[in-house]
């Protein structure tokens, strides 16, 4: 059980992060006035750096059952636990609470601890 929930941990991460880039690009960078272009152009790359990230994330999280390492499996989770619990603590606050990123990311934290 608890290799089968790191497993969706790391979907769900995945799901997360590729809304993240979607709404990023199709609401956020649509309507954003940003100057110069240079600078919306860091900031859209930056944007998306963490998507990426996040994606990894995933990926160590749905990979992590099949290592045959525990610390590898540990520092993944510890690692994973403490990236996502920031980024929802984040969201939750410069949102106050109104958007549903930082519950799907603690939903991502919880079955990530839950599968350690």
């Given amino acids: 059980m608890p290799d089968l929930l790191l497993q969706c941990a790391g979907v769900l ?28 152009t860091l900031i859209r790359l930056v944007w998306q750096a963490s998507t990426v990230a996040w994606i990894g994330g995933g990926v160590l999280l749905i990979a992590a059952p099949w290592m045959d390492s525990a610390p590898a499996r540990h520092w993944i989770v510890i690692t994973m636990a ?13 949102t106050r609470g109104r958007h ?10 919880a079955m990530t601890v839950a599968g350690y």
């Fill in 82 to 94: 403490c990236v996502f619990g920031f980024s929802a603590f984040a969201n939750a606050w410069a």
């Fill in 13 to 40: 991460t995945i799901v997360v992060a590729l809304i993240h880039g979607i709404l990023g690009e199709t609401k956020v960078f649509a309507r954003a006035s940003i100057e110069p272009e240079r600078l919306r």
């Fill in 100 to 109: 549903f990123g930082w519950m799907a990311l603690s939903a991502v934290v």
